[in-house]
């Protein structure tokens, strides 16, 4: 299988995040991407290869044009504000929340990121632009290589991107690899497409992009947001609107369950992937289901990933995969491998 690698990801390394009242170190790090390359290249996956360069025309299919405009120009706009701003990463302090108006977009930079972001744990950084355009090039280069023929392909990118919606990040995410993948695949002609989320935390942003559209399916296996991040999306009763009705499954689990309930949850969310009959499968691919995960309440342990592979090639469905969550990084590496590895065989 193919790999499209950020070679620009080590440009986003955020600091700090705010978490229960303090200031803690990051668990998105770089070395995350770095152990799953070399864990590709030792046991010889397949190639890794830079990203064409993509039309930017694919992220306004995505991304409010506003909202990208704001992320382009975002760290410029914070050290205008205050040369010294420079020296420590941009984190948001006030939402235009609780009848607070959101129509009005503020000239001060520190409103206009609240304006815009949903958690204070997602620091924006000099480089998150640079890093997040990069990775979106990664997954449109992996859909544009599934579309021409290719069985599979794998972007392995960070920042991750499923939290991260039409007009808003937070959860580490800016732009929303998963949902460019699948415009991507859309806009090449493809009718339907699927887009199975099997991180750890539910894909609020790519739901929230999907949710009233008939062409793209979203399901998603996660932590139970009556616990879990995002906490405020997630749950079972969100089925789609409008268009879309019927086009959304969550699939929410307790913390604590382990992999063979959480295999019967992603046989059924592929029965309902194929019941769309899509001309493709997008993974969002994150490995934060794992039992020695510090953020996350999985149970899953590294060998389990072949049969989560061996499942997913079953679906026999051009398959994108998109390299999201995962924060025990040692085992980084071997876990996402064991998925792809899984995958190819039972898909050779
Ligand atoms: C991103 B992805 C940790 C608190 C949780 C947000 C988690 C975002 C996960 N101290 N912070 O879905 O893996
Ligand atoms: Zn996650």
Redesign the pocket.
């Known amino acids: 299988m193919i790999t499209f690698y950020n070679h620009a990801h080590t440009l986003h390394q955020g600091k700090m995040?705010m978490?229960r009242g303090q200031m803690?170190p990051c668990?998105?790090v770089p070395a995350r991407a770095d152990h799953v390359l070399s864990e590709i290249v030792a046991r010889r996956l397949g190639t890794v290869a830079s990203p064409q360069p993509f039309d930017p025309a694919v992220l306004a299919g995505i991304h409010d044009p506003a909202y990208l405009q704001f992320l382009e120009h975002a760290w410029d706009d914070w050290v205008a504000m205050d040369p010294a701003n420079k020296d420590h990463d941009a984190l948001p302090s006030v939402w235009p929340n609780h009848g607070l108006r959101s129509d009005v977009l503020p000239e001060n930079f520190a409103a206009r990121m609240g304006r815009y972001a949903f958690?204070t744990?997602s620091p924006l950084t000099s480089g998150t632009w640079a890093a997040a355009l990069e990775g979106a090039s990664c997954a449109v280069s992996a859909a544009h290589h599934v579309f021409d023929g290719a069985r599979a392909a794998f972007s392995l990118s960070r920042p991750?991107g499923?939290?991260a919606g039409s007009d808003f990040f937070g959860?580490?995410?800016f732009l929303n690899n998963a949902a460019l993948a699948a415009q991507a695949l859309r806009d090449r002609g493809m009718e339907r497409v699927a887009i199975l989320d099997i991180?750890?935390?539910h894909g609020n942003g790519t739901q929230q992009i999907f949710y009233q559209r008939p062409d793209v399916f979203f399901a998603s296996i996660h932590g139970d947001p009556r616990t879990e991040?995002p906490f405020f999306l997630g749950h079972a009763d969100e089925t789609g609107a409008g268009a879309g009705v019927g086009c959304n499954l969550n699939l929410p689990m307790p913390r604590g369950t382990g992999f063979k309930v959480w295999r019967v949850a992603l046989k059924h969310a592929l029965r309902r992937v194929l019941e769309f009959r899509p001309q493709a499968l997008v993974v969002s691919l994150?490995l934060?289901t794992f039992e020695g995960d510090p953020?996350s309440g999985f149970k899953l342990q590294s060998a389990d990933y072949y049969a989560v592979g061996e499942d997913l090639a079953a679906a026999d469905l051009p398959t994108v995969f998109i390299f999201?969550?995962?924060?025990a990084v040692a085992q980084l590496g071997v876990n996402a491998v064991n998925v792809l590895e899984g995958f190819e065989r039972a898909a050779a």
């Open positions: 995040e978490f803690v668990f998105e958690d744990g991750p499923h939290h959860g580490y995410c991180d750890y935390h991040y994150g934060d953020i999201e969550g995962g924060y």
